[in-house]
């Protein structure tokens, strides 16, 4: 991480502050079109000193609003030229949960503000050569984005299993979820990129124009640039989805199911399945007419969690519209027939798609009432080679999540293609052809998160002295000794990329790289 000595701070602090205006007041050696937007009221400052994650605490400088990319570029151009620069993080929504969007004494982006302009999302359908596509800001939701490409009949292609999330955050990550298996996560399906470099350049790129700044932008933890906008290819969005999760007690029927599957359902099957994922079940609350299961299959369900201690969920969803609504049904029987999920123990929703891809937003309107979604989230998330599926079980999930009886957490647990991925983004997986994501999605209190850290940190020690060859999704590491082992053969080209994009190490601090 840069650390800068900050003379602008200095002289900051011998100014007078004029603590409740909105805007930056005071006598700043900062262009006006730069302190025009910045604010450092301490409401301002408190929201952009955490994140989703609520573990870590960094107060920023000040908050900057920009009205369009220029105002971007313009910020980091000042900055890069400046000899005692700040560091600059953009902050999309703010959902990483270790402090990756954080900034000490430095400048936080509000992405969000550039998205009151009108046009953030334009949807093109009508271009021969790309196929439908979708120009969109980085700050928007991908719910927004959906809600604008349905309205014409279309719909990105590979999804989070969670919306409220910016198109920049994701796309500097992944962006991973039910349909990876199928179109890739995120990264793989876009087509062109504007980003602010570190320099202040606005530039745009694409596979064939800047592809050093393409790529290192995809999975690039927000190393070289501010993604403010990225065109997205469309498919035509169903209206409805067959819902379905089948119940397993048996670790390897549960995964040979889930590979079956997806090796059955490539893009190219359009009668194949859409999503999948699966989870962990280690306890079912008191009944529930709310949950998945129907109330009277929960109490079988709860006697095979006591017996077997986990119960896996392989979860999958077949679309349809209008058109297939006929024989949807006899599709996914086909689809299904043979699998070895427990006898009975098959649940089918019919909802409609915006319903089951904005489905964790109904849980966090639950949560949120409850006063549960704005508390701490230790969460870890792995991806596992294949080839170690086993012992993963065995020291995890059996000897920790089990043994601990860590059952109040959300656990997910599917499978993906390597050749789905593009080896040329920063992104960093195992090196098999297929490997799994291991979601360990805790919630906590604010007095007992450090507990999760631990469990997290066993999970990892377990994963390193039994050779699982696992890699970190989102990854948090506090040295760069971790951040080079963890980019392996990758690293050389993660350096020189910063070196050419980002050379004062101005952007992103909060990722603790550099
Ligand atoms: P932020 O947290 O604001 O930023 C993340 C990082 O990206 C920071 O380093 C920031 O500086 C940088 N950044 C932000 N915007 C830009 C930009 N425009 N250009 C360049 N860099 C930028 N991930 C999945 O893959 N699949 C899921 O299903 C999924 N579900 C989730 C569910 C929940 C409830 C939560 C909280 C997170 C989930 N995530 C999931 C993780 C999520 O993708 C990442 O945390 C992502 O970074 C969040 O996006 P954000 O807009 O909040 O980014």
């Not at 609520?54 to 609003?65: A, H, Q, S, T």
């Not at 902050?91 to 046009?119: A, C």
């Not at 889930?258 to 989870?279: A, D, V």
């Not at 049904?329 to 009975?344: N, W």
Request: hydrophobic letters at 40%; a negative charge; proline letters at 6%.
């Amino acid at each position: 991480m840069a650390a800068h000595n900050n003379f602008l701070l200095i002289i900051f602090n011998c100014v007078l502050i004029l603590q409740n205006a909105p805007f930056l007041a005071v006598a700043l050696p900062l262009p006006e079109p730069i302190s025009a937007k910045l604010r450092n009221d301490s409401q301002t400052i408190k929201l952009a000193s955490t994140d989703y994650g609520r573990i870590i605490e960094e107060k920023p400088y000040g908050v900057f609003f920009p009205v369009n990319g220029s105002d971007i570029a313009g910020l980091i151009q000042f900055m890069y030229g400046s000899p005692t620069p700040m560091d600059i993080a953009a902050r999309g929504h703010g959902h990483s949960v270790q402090g990756q969007s954080l900034v000490e004494n430095g400048i936080v982006v509000n992405m969000t503000s550039l998205g009151g302009l009108d046009g953030r999302i334009v949807v093109s359908t009508t271009t021969a050569a790309l196929g439908p596509y979708a120009d969109v800001g980085g700050e928007q939701l991908w719910i927004d984005v959906l809600h604008a490409t349905m309205a014409k009949g279309l719909t990105p292609l590979s999804l989070t299993d969670y919306l409220r999330l910016t198109v920049g955050g994701t796309l500097s990550n992944a962006g991973i979820g039910g349909q990876t298996f199928r179109f890739g996560p995120q990264i793989s399906n876009v087509l062109e990129l504007d980003v602010v470099t570190g320099k202040g350049e606005l530039l745009t790129c694409s596979p064939t124009n800047n592809p050093e700044l393409f790529y290192g932008a995809l999975g690039g933890l927000g190393q070289f640039g501010v993604i403010t906008r990225a065109r997205i290819p469309l498919g035509p969005a169903p209206t409805r989805a067959k819902w379905v999760r089948m119940l397993y007690t048996n670790f390897s029927a549960f995964t040979s199911d889930q590979e079956l599957l997806i090796s059955n359902n490539g893009k190219e099957k359009s009668n194949g399945l859409n999503y999948l994922e699966g989870l962990l079940l280690l306890e079912l609350k008191a009944p529930d007419n709310s949950s998945f299961y129907p109330l009277p299959d929960q109490p079988k369900i709860s006697s095979l969690i006591t017996q077997y201690g986990i119960v896996y969920v392989l979860e999958v969803v077949k679309y349809y519209d209008q058109q297939s609504a006929g024989c949807v049904d006899q599709d996914l029987e086909k689809l299904l027939t043979g699998l070895r999920f427990e006898a009975g123990l098959k649940f089918i929703k019919d909802v409609s798609y915006e319903e089951f891809l904005d489905r964790v937003h109904t849980d966090e309107v639950a949560l949120r009432s409850l006063g549960l979604w704005d508390v701490p989230h230790p969460w870890l998330n792995l991806f596992i080679p294949k080839s170690k599926l086993f012992e993963f079980e065995w020291g995890v999930y059996r000897s920790i999540i089990q043994k601990r009886k860590l059952s109040s957490c959300v656990l997910l647990f599917y499978p993906m293609f390597k050749n789905k991925w593009d080896e040329k983004t920063s992104a960093v997986i195992p090196d098999e052809d297929v490997f799994y994501t291991a979601g360990f999605l805790f919630s906590s209190g604010f007095d007992n998160w450090q507990t999760f850290e631990e469990h997290n940190r066993d999970i990892l020690k377990f994963c390193a002295e039994a050779g699982i060859g696992a890699k970190l999704y989102l990854p948090h590491f506090e040295s760069q000794k971790e951040w080079v082992d963890h980019f392996g053969r990758k690293w050389p080209v993660f350096q020189q990329r910063k070196a050419l994009f980002d050379p004062k190490h101005l952007l992103s601090p909060g990722q603790k790289i550099f």
